[in-house]
C-alpha cells in the first residue's frame, strides 16, 4: 500500500442515495486528485486541489461534489448518480500542482451503481 | 486525435525478452512523462519519469523520449511474468494537467 488511503475499497448504492468517498494522503504533499477509470477508457482527471484551493474542474456532473478540508483529506461526495457512473475512483496526491511532479495513486473505490 | 496514444495489446512476450511499449503524445510543449504500472484491480504504481530527450536506465526498465518526434517508449529487459500487467503512459498537458493513455497491457509467457 501507498501513503495515500481511501475508503470505503468498494461501495453499492442506488440510483438515490448520498454516499462520500474519503481519500487521505500521508506524504506531506499540498495536491490531491479525483480520477475515474471506466473499462477501455484512460484515467479521467475529476478535480485537483492544491493548498486546499480547487484548481480544476474538468466539467464534471453537479452529482459529484468535492471538500477538501485540509491538504490531508480529500472527499467525493455522490448523490443521485447514474448507472454510467460505475466506476473505478482513484485518489491521487502530488509535492505540487505543476503537472510536473509524480503523483502517487491510492488503492481506489470500486463504485457500482444500480 | 487522442491526446496521448497507446495500442491497447495485449503484447505477448516469452519470459527473457525485451518489452517494448510506446506512446505518442499530441502536446507539442509537454515537459514531463510518466509510466505507471497497473495491475489488474489495483491502482497505478509509478514505474519511471522522464524529463530530457534520451534514455533513462532504472534497473531492468528504460524509458526513451524523442520530443521532436512527440514519442516516450518504456523498454523491459529480461521479461518476467511478474510484468505482466497495464503500462500507462502519462503527458503532462500544456494546461499543467497530466494526461493518461489507455494502456498497454503486457503478457509475459513463462
Known amino acids: 500500500e501507498t501513503g495515500v488511503t481511501q475508503t470505503p475499497r468498494h461501495l453499492v448504492m442506488g440510483m438515490t442515495n448520498k454516499k462520500s468517498l474519503k481519500c487521505e494522503q500521508h506524504?506531506?504533499?499540498?495536491?490531491m486528485y479525483w480520477y475515474k477509470q471506466s473499462a477501455k477508457k484512460p484515467l479521467e482527471l475529476m478535480f485537483v486541489?492544491?493548498?486546499?484551493?480547487?484548481?480544476e474542474n474538468n466539467s464534471v456532473p453537479s452529482r459529484f461534489s468535492p471538500e477538501c478540508p485540509n491538504s490531508s483529506h480529500l472527499f467525493l461526495h455522490l448523490h443521485t448518480l447514474q448507472p454510467e457512473d460505475s466506476a473505478l475512483y482513484l485518489c491521487a496526491s502530488s509535492l505540487g500542482a505543476s503537472g510536473q511532479e509524480t503523483q502517487y495513486f491510492g488503492p481506489g473505490t470500486r463504485l457500482l451503481v444500480l | 486525435q487522442k491526446e496521448v496514444e497507446q495500442n491497447s495489446g495485449p503484447l505477448s512476450v516469452p519470459e527473457g525478452a525485451i518489452a517494448s511499449l510506446n506512446c505518442t503524445y499530441s502536446d507539442r510543449v509537454s515537459q514531463s512523462f510518466f509510466w505507471y504500472r497497473q495491475y489488474s484491480g489495483k491502482s497505478p504504481e509509478l514505474i519511471m519519469s522522464?524529463?530530457?530527450?534520451g534514455d533513462k536506465e532504472d534497473g531492468r526498465f528504460t524509458a526513451q523520449l524523442n520530443k521532436a518526434s512527440q514519442y516516450v517508449s518504456l523498454l523491459i529487459r529480461d521479461s518476467q511474468p511478474s510484468d505482466s500487467a497495464t503500462y500507462l503512459c502519462a503527458v503532462n498537458h500544456s494546461f499543467q494537467k497530466l494526461v493518461f493513455g489507455t494502456g498497454t497491457r503486457l503478457l509475459v509467457s513463462p
Open positions: 506524504l506531506g504533499h499540498n495536491a
Open positions: 486541489y492544491s493548498l486546499e484551493e480547487r484548481v
Open positions: 522522464i524529463y530530457s530527450n
